[in-house]
């Protein structure tokens, strides 16, 4: 019998005595992830304070909204990320199972979350669990989101995606019914992507000292409305074009490469193939020639007369008898 994945901060261990590894006890039966969190201030218990900061609780909640199954659990996004990166050596999902993945995604994703996902990560997640016609919109909230979250202008130094803040980044409680408003997350798989406004920006980022350029800047430069550069489409749909023709070309001189290199292939067993019936004429020659002298006698001789042809160095006399 399947079971559906209880809050992801607290992984399927009962306490002591409420029976075997895996199975709820009474006390967490039919709480699933969201069904702990209802809003940012849920992450905080009776017994413990979260550690998560305003705006970490904020992305948690927005991932779990995104990558909950109907029945509210994550056993969804499991499936497909040991289906996607079960297999690959070296992944972070690299031999896991689904089990094993509710404990590793426990540390940073539910009620009992110590931080967020690395950005890394949180791609990872995207591209496997989430549909690919919602993805650009889940994908440029969550940039949003962690780089609110980090205090940058955007989650990595190198990204270049979609970047799009959510309406309700600035309040101080965000709620499921907030996250799923606006349709970004509660659209249908076969919908379409979901329109963002391309002039928001996350306000007043806390850009840290490292994160400067040599320059003096703070991170890629902003139109003088305020927009991303990113979030330009007709922009956006030039540096696809320019990607996708580098690619084509990049493709045609793979392929030529591959070709010649099969050609140098086929070019070198046939010259290793000449080469050996070639020495074998000469050792059955000099057999006939010499029938006292020792197999390696011959190959010797036959090694030092090529030798002497590559090189300037005369061969050495060697008798052929004995």
Not at 17 to 24: D, F, V
Request: aromatic share 4%.
């Amino acid at each position: 019998m399947r079971i559906t994945t209880p809050g992801v901060g607290a992984p399927e261990i009962p306490e002591k005595g409420l029976g075997a590894p895996g199975r709820r006890g009474p006390r967490t039966r039919g709480r699933t992830a969201l069904g702990r969190l209802p809003s940012t201030a849920a992450f905080d218990t009776a017994k413990k304070a979260s550690p998560l900061t305003l705006d970490e609780r904020k992305l948690v909640l927005f991932l779990l909204v995104t990558l909950a199954d109907d029945r509210g659990s994550l056993a969804r996004t499991r499936q497909r990320l040991v289906d996607a990166y079960g297999s690959r050596e070296g992944h972070w999902c690299a031999g896991k199972t689904e089990d094993s993945l509710l404990h590793l995604l426990a540390k940073s994703l539910g009620q009992s979350a110590a931080s967020p996902p690395p950005w890394e990560r949180i791609v990872d997640i995207i591209e496997a669990a989430v549909p690919r016609a919602r993805r650009n919109a889940v994908l440029g909230q969550a940039a949003a989101l962690f780089a609110r979250s980090v205090g940058w202008d955007r989650p990595a130094r190198d990204y270049a995606g979609p970047f799009s803040p959510p309406a309700w980044i600035d309040e101080p409680v965000v709620t499921v019914e907030m996250i799923t408003a606006g349709g970004e997350t509660g659209a249908d798989e076969a919908g379409g992507d979901v329109e963002v406004d391309p002039g928001q920006s996350v306000p007043a980022p806390r850009v840290p000292p490292g994160s400067r350029t040599r320059s003096g800047g703070e991170g890629p430069p902003r139109t003088s409305d305020g927009a991303h550069p990113i979030d330009d489409p007709d922009a956006l749909r030039k540096v696809m074009l320019a990607m996708a023709e580098a690619t084509r070309r990049l493709d045609e001189q793979v392929e030529a490469l591959r070709a010649s290199l099969k050609s140098h292939q086929i070019a070198n067993w046939r010259l290793r193939s000449e080469n050996q019936r070639q020495r074998s004429l000469l050792e059955q020659l000099l057999r006939e020639k010499c029938p006292g002298a020792s197999t390696d006698t011959i190959r010797q001789l036959i090694s030092e007369q090529l030798r002497s042809i590559i090189t300037s160095d005369p061969p050495h006399p060697r008798p052929l008898h004995g």
